[in-house]
């Protein structure tokens, strides 16, 4: 059983920063792309920033040159650095993994349980 728990949610004003993090555990063979989403209330969910097992990223146009998405391989851990926070980043977050359980079944995707991010004064 995969699970993905982010964590580092939270309330912060207007500029301020937030990291998320999000790890993956149980059966992993491998992990390919990771990557974080958000949805705000009556939207659809969106693609935040992905990157790829080699490190190649990319951003929404909204988030570009203020969040920072990175990852870990030896603790199988993606990480969002958000700065300069704007009241239109509010919004739940939602880690996202394509992970093999096996190295004969194909990658699958899982999702964490999602965590609140409001950026409010």
């Known amino acids: 059983q995969v699970q993905l728990v982010e964590s580092g949610g939270g309330l912060v004003q207007p500029g301020g920063s937030l990291r998320l993090s999000c790890a993956a555990s149980g059966s992993t063979f491998s992990i390919d792309a990771m990557g974080w989403y958000r949805q705000a209330p009556g939207k659809q969910r969106e693609l935040v920033a992905a990157?790829?097992?080699?490190?190649?990223?990319t951003y929404a146009d909204s988030v570009k040159g203020r969040f920072t998405i990175s990852r870990d391989n030896t603790k199988n851990t993606v990480y969002l650095q958000m700065n300069s926070l704007k009241p239109e980043d509010t919004a739940v977050y939602y880690c996202n993994a394509l992970i093999k359980i096996r190295i004969e079944l194909p990658p699958q995707n899982y999702w964490g349980q999602g965590t609140q991010v409001t950026v409010s004064s």
């Open positions: 990157i790829s097992s080699g490190g190649s990223t």
